[in-house]
């Protein structure tokens, strides 16, 4: 196994919610509350789950955009959280991130050139603007444009064109690790193909680490080698792809996966839906021991008391589930009744 990338450890990040003018009380929204995982060097690491269980929040404190209430994040063995401006500066070449909307990641006043100029001019690393400039068009050719198309503006351009640029704009100081939160939830399904195969082409050019955030399992498995689940701010479960895919332990991941459509019909009809009852806790007050038991259909005494850890149940596979006996030997009795 190779040394880490990225090392995150107890990584905890609360809001504070204010109450009203005149309430002294304070009340704070629980975004992230004790996550740990690696992610290796040339890996897709996938962040999954539904919307408000942290993904963004939790890639925001990995580049260092957000400052964690605690925890720390370590990328190539520095703790980001205890570096210098200075410091932190330098290592802003080796993190770029992806953004969701390609329609406002860009600045609608500026061209394209001046977009993908813009990072060299606050790391200047080329010794001229023509070294900048094959760069720049390099960046374009890579993606899909041409250099025509320097001197257009974002207005002209379509969805997954401008989401091109934007990646051109990612990868222009050769970083080691790309943070993609969402980046093909706003295109056409067509243009998610394309830009995810373009995303992958892209890996093994640059050998680019890929810090993946979606909720779409079906682009996930596309992608990523390894996903975490994440629920109410923290992991679920934490396997490689084709694990979690085959043989998900988590009651979550099942209850999501079950949601995943498959493409034949003949299978599909076949399947059994998991529907999950109640709605999200909120993250205010999120619930004692489990987070996942006012919605659990394993859920036993223990899980309402008890905060699961994480336990490796094979190589690469962790789940963090105090009812995997009692769902295990549910699952083989219901197996044999159909038998009968």
């Known amino acids: 196994m190779t040394t880490p990338l990225v090392r995150v450890r107890n990584l905890k990040k609360y809001f504070p919610v204010s109450q009203g003018w005149l309430s002294k009380k304070s009340e704070k929204v629980h975004a992230v509350d004790g996550v740990d995982f690696e992610v290796h ?17 939790l890639g925001r404190l990995v580049l260092g955009l957000e400052k964690p209430t605690e925890g720390e994040v370590f990328f190539e063995g ?3 959280f205890q570096l210098s401006k200075q410091e932190l ?15 406002s990641s860009l600045d609608p006043r500026m061209s394209i050139e001046q977009i993908l100029m813009e990072p060299f001019m606050i790391h200047p690393i080329y010794p001229s603007k023509q070294d900048a400039t094959k760069r720049v068009e390099y960046l374009l050719d890579v993606v899909g444009l041409s250099k ?8 002209e351009f379509s969805g997954g064109q401008r989401q091109r640029i934007g990646i051109a704009r990612a990868l222009a100081l050769n970083p080691k690790l790309v943070v993609a939160d969402e980046p093909v939830s706003a295109l056409d399904v067509s243009i998610q193909a394309q830009i995810l195969n373009l995303l992958k082409d892209l890996q093994k050019e640059f050998h680019l680490t890929y810090l993946f955030i979606s909720h779409d399992f079906s682009v996930v498995k596309h992608l990523c080698n390894r996903v975490a689940v994440m629920y109410l701010g923290k992991i679920a479960e934490l396997a490689p ?33 998991i529907l999950l009852s109640g709605d ?9 021991g489990c987070r996942f038991h006012p919605r659990c259909r394993y859920v036993q005494s223990d899980c309402k008391t008890q905060v699961p850890p994480m336990v490796e149940i094979q190589e690469g596979h962790e789940v963090a589930c105090p009812v995997l006996p009692f769902k295990a030997k549910r699952s083989q009795a219901a197996i044999e009744e159909v038998t009968v």
């Open 41 to 57: 060097p040339q890996e897709s690491f996938a962040l999954v789950g539904e919307s408000g269980c942290g993904k963004t929040t």
């Open 78 to 80: 520095k703790n980001i």
């Open 89 to 103: 500066r330098k290592l802003r070449r080796q993190m770029q991130v992806i953004f969701q909307d390609p329609f």
């Open 148 to 155: 025509r198309h320097l001197s257009r503006y974002p207005h």
């Open 241 to 273: 792809t084709d694990t979690l895919f085959s043989n998900p332990q988590h009651p979550y991941t099942e209850a999501l996966l079950s949601a995943v459509p498959v493409p034949d019909p003949q299978v599909e009809r076949k399947r059994k839906r």
């Open 280 to 288: 999200v806790p909120s993250p205010i007050h999120p619930p004692a």
